[in-house]
């Protein structure tokens, strides 16, 4: 069983740069795929970002790329996810996810969720 907890998001203008944290539990979390996502409201859930157990591999979805960076900290057992040059359109509330099998863009393909953080950002 794996429990996240993401902290670090709330209200930023536009331009602005935010680092969501994901704080895992369980002594296993090293070898989890790890993943973001995102949820306006009114609209699904939307991958963001995802990172391979070793932090080898990293995919970005094509509206944050060059913009978001995702990283980890095996001996934090962290996640996060830095957020610069943020848009209006980056709103939403942001979830970790993990799973112990493999990356994945898709919400079916992550086992462990978070409880979410908002990110509102203002123009």
């Known amino acids: 069983q794996v429990q996240l907890v993401e902290s670090g998001g709330g209200l930023v203008q536009a331009g602005g740069s935010l680092r969501l944290s994901c704080a895992a539990s369980?002594?296993?979390?090293?070898?989890?795929?790890m993943g973001w996502f995102r949820q306006a409201p009114g609209k699904e859930r939307e991958f963001v970002a995802a990172i391979s157990w070793s932090g080898s591999s990293t995919y970005y979805a094509d509206s944050v790329k060059g913009r978001f960076t995702i990283s980890r900290d095996n001996a934090k057992i962290t996640v996060y996810l830095q957020m610069t040059s943020l848009k209006p359109e980056d709103t939403a509330v942001y979830y970790c996810?993990?799973?112990?099998?493999?990356?994945?863009?898709?919400?079916?393909?992550?086992?462990?969720w978070g409880q979410g953080t908002q990110v509102t950002v203002s123009s």
């Open positions: 369980g002594r296993t979390f090293s070898t989890y795929a």
């Open positions: 996810a993990a799973d112990p099998l493999r990356i994945g863009v898709r919400t079916n393909e992550y086992r462990y």
